[in-house]
Every structure is written in structure tokens, then in C-alpha cells.
């Protein structure tokens, strides 16, 4: 066995997201969803993914291209859940009269209908919650602060804060635990092939649940760049004020977009400062995950990603080595997180 690790950690590219009682991983235009059903039997569902907007260039323009990088995700993430609650909808029950009326009025396109309907009122949720709702909130405190430069941090503040409380809330629900024990499931897989270890069940029990690309980390930079541009909102329009934030919210994409694509590629100590409030965000919505969890998870990355040939381009690991019995060299004081 030939081993000649010259890194630490290593990007992969890939990314994903927790389904209902699954995992979805994504590499370059395929992604794949794994998902345990109800009789125990693990699903997988592999296809291509086409981009909002086809072609190269769009992607290499800087924070443009985080915009529709945005788009293409809760695109991508509402198409996941639908596949996966969809094993879970049939153990209910069979078609009933809403489905046959939406089937009829999206010309037989139900998945599709559904998926953009979904995303668009998730949208509008998102944007009353944690936009506007928090505008309203500080503007109580208006009467007794003159200053705008401080109504901007304290609108900002109460903005993080109803995040906080939002992902704690739902946390305490069960189905929502299960779903944050498969994000955990999900980035402990990230992280086992990334820190150059095979992608073994005990593996990824050995890895971090924590990962600088998590979307957790980039809504807290949505949340965290908002407050510096409208810092700069000036007007006494109270409906102008709300009208300038959300057109401001690609913007706001855009930069968190390319910060998070930063800290996703390089580790230093800026990248490391810069990262560290979504890691510690990353501690409620991730939640440590059983083994059957884990096996789901490595399904979905091995249905889209030779890890066996990522490791031996990047860390000089054997592909023909017994994987059960490898035992990675741990890097001094690494510590599981």
C-alpha cells in the first residue's frame, strides 16, 4: 500500500443537501439522492441537473454567478425533497382529488408545478421572516434611537437573532432532528474524503459534522452582508427602505456566494475567522447521525463521485487497498468535531 500525503485537506467539489429520511450529493451537472423508505431498502435516484442559465461564462463571472448558484439550489433542493417524500406519500395513501386537479392544471407536469410553487413561496417566507419582519421589528426602536448607523446594526442583530431562534425552534421537533442528523451524515462524508480518509461507515464516524460550505454558514453570511449594505440605505420612505432591501437580496447573494466559495477552498486564518460563526450555527442545525444514516449517505456520494480516484490523485492512497482495514494517519491533535 503507497501512501504519500502531501495535504491536509483537499477540495472535492462536491456538495449536498439532508432530504427526508435521505441525503442528495451533487458533482459538477449530476447529483443523486439516497434515500432510506420505509422498509428499511435505501433508493437511489442518479440524473443530471441542468443550470438556470446553461453554458460556462455565466459561471465564471464573480458574484454574478453566485445568484444563480442560489437559484439553482433550492431548485435543486425542492426537487430532492419531492423525490424523497414522495416514498412517504404513498405509504399514506393512494392519488386523491387534489393531486388529480393538479395534475390537470399543470398539464400533467405535477412535479415540475409543485417544485416551482414550493420555491416561490419559500422565497416570499424567507424574505418576510427574515427581511422585512425584522425592518418592522427595529423600527420600534426608532422613537428613542436617532442614530441610523445604530438602527442598521440593531435591525441586523434581531435579524441573526430570529434566525437563531427559527433553527433552534424547529430543531426540537422530531422529524426535523432526523433531517439535521442526515446534514450531519452529509458533511461527515464531505469531510472524510476531503481529509484524505476512505469513505468507510467508521470512517465518517470519525469525521467532523462541521464544514465551511454548509448552507447554514452561507445564510449566516446572507444575514451578516445584509447588515453592511444597508448600512447604506438612506431614505424616509418607509415602504422605499423595504422596497431598496429586497431588491438589494442578489446583491447580498452574490457576495456571500463568493465568501463562501473562499472558505470552501482555502484554509487559513482569515478563511478560518470568517467561518467560524456558521460553524458555531452549524452546532444546532447538525446533529450526529446513526450508522444507517451514514450508509445512506455514502450511497448517495458513491452514485456521483469516485472518491477511490480523488483519493489517490490527492493523497497518493491506493485504489486497490482493503478499505475496511485501513487505517488513516491522523494528522497531531486533530480533533473530531
Not at 500500500?1 to 429520511?21: N, P, T
Not at 423525490?83 to 388529480?100: K, V
Not at 427595529?138 to 441586523?156: C, K, Q
Not at 474524503?193 to 460550505?213: A, D, F, Q, Y
Request: glycine content about 8%; some cysteine.
Amino acid at each position: 500500500m503507497a501512501r504519500k500525503k502531501s495535504k491536509d485537506r483537499c477540495y472535492s467539489g462536491i456538495g449536498g443537501q439532508a432530504v427526508l429520511e435521505g441525503v442528495m450529493m451533487k458533482n459538477k451537472n449530476k447529483y443523486a439522492v439516497a434515500v432510506r423508505k420505509p422498509d428499511g431498502t435505501i433508493t437511489v435516484n442518479v440524473q443530471d441537473f441542468n443550470d438556470t442559465i446553461p453554458g460556462e461564462t455565466i459561471k465564471k463571472i464573480p458574484f454574478v454567478r453566485g445568484v444563480f448558484n442560489f437559484i439553482d439550489s433550492l431548485r435543486l433542493g425542492m426537487k430532492s425533497l419531492n423525490f424523497s417524500a414522495s416514498f412517504y406519500e404513498e405509504e399514506e395513501g393512494g392519488e386523491t382529488g387534489f393531486d388529480r386537479f393538479i395534475d390537470k392544471i399543470s398539464g400533467g407536469n405535477t412535479e415540475r408545478f409543485l417544485s416551482a410553487v414550493t420555491t416561490l413561496i419559500s422565497i416570499v417566507l424567507a424574505v418576510g421572516i427574515f427581511i422585512v419582519f425584522p425592518y418592522f421589528v427595529a423600527d420600534f426602536f426608532r422613537s428613542f434611537v436617532r442614530n441610523e448607523s445604530l438602527m442598521a446594526v440593531i435591525e441586523g442583530a434581531l435579524r441573526i437573532i430570529i434566525f437563531l431562534l427559527y433553527v433552534t425552534i424547529i430543531g426540537r421537533m422530531k422529524d426535523i432532528r432526523r433531517l439535521y442528523q442526515y446534514h450531519g451524515a452529509e458533511h461527515k462524508c464531505i469531510n472524510c474524503i476531503e481529509r484524505g480518509r476512505p469513505l468507510t461507515v467508521n470512517n465518517v464516524k470519525r469525521s467532523s459534522r462541521l464544514h465551511k460550505r454548509c448552507g447554514t454558514s452561507f445564510i449566516f453570511l446572507v444575514l451578516f452582508v445584509s447588515i453592511v449594505l444597508f448600512f447604506f440605505i438612506r431614505t424616509d420612505n418607509i415602504w422605499q427602505r423595504v422596497l431598496y432591501r429586497i431588491l438589494l437580496l442578489p446583491v447580498v447573494a452574490g457576495i456571500s456566494y463568493e465568501i463562501i466559495r473562499l472558505a470552501g477552498r482555502y484554509d487559513n486564518i482569515f478563511v478560518n475567522i470568517i467561518s467560524a460563526p456558521g460553524m458555531l450555527i452549524q452546532r444546532i442545525t447538525t446533529k450526529e447521525p446513526d450508522e444507517s444514516m451514514i450508509e445512506v449517505a455514502i450511497t448517495s456520494v458513491q452514485a456521483v463521485f469516485d472518491w477511490r480516484q480523488y483519493l489517490y490523485e490527492n493523497f497518493g492512497i491506493d485504489a486497490d487497498i482493503n478499505y475496511d482495514d485501513y487505517e488513516p494517519e491522523e494528522k497531531a491533535g486533530e480533533a473530531v468535531q
